[in-house]
Nanobody
Framework: QVQVVESGGGLVQPGGSLRLSCAAS????????MSWYRQAPGKERELVAA????????NYADSVKGRFTISRDNGKNTVYLQMNSLKPEDTAVYYC???????????WGQGTQVTVSS
């Protein structure tokens, strides 16, 4: 069956870094666009970053451009989100998702909590 499992969240001070990982199985990972979303308390879920199946294109929310980097390893069925210069407003549950191109998100992980606080 399909599994999408995020890891790497935690508590970090402002200005710090975290690297999130998302391990997927049960579908042909290399054929899917992979994305990271986040949802803060009381807010809607928002797209943070996305990467195409062949890693030839990425896109980012304006709020994270220049600070976050999405990457993937199709040999390991894993997508990453490197988060640098973290701010308190980055605090949220971060979710990994997979979709075909074109298409809507088809598979979701359970989320990993990121808290940025001093």
């Amino acid at each position: 069956q399909v599994q999408v499992v995020e890891s790497g969240g935690g508590l970090v001070q402002p200005g710090g870094s975290l690297r999130l990982s998302c391990a997927a199985s049960g579908f042909i990972f290399s054929m899917y666009v992979m994305s990271w979303y986040r949802q803060a308390p009381g807010k809607e879920r928002e797209l943070v970053a996305a990467i195409t199946s062949a890693s030839d294109s990425t896109n980012y929310a304006d709020s994270v451009k220049g600070r976050f980097t999405i990457s993937r390893d199709n040999g390991k069925n894993t997508v990453y989100l490197q988060m640098n210069s973290l701010k308190p407003e980055d605090t949220a549950v971060y979710y990994c998702s997979a979709r075909r191109d074109p298409g809507r998100p088809q598979y979701w992980g359970q989320g990993t909590q990121v808290t940025v606080s001093s």
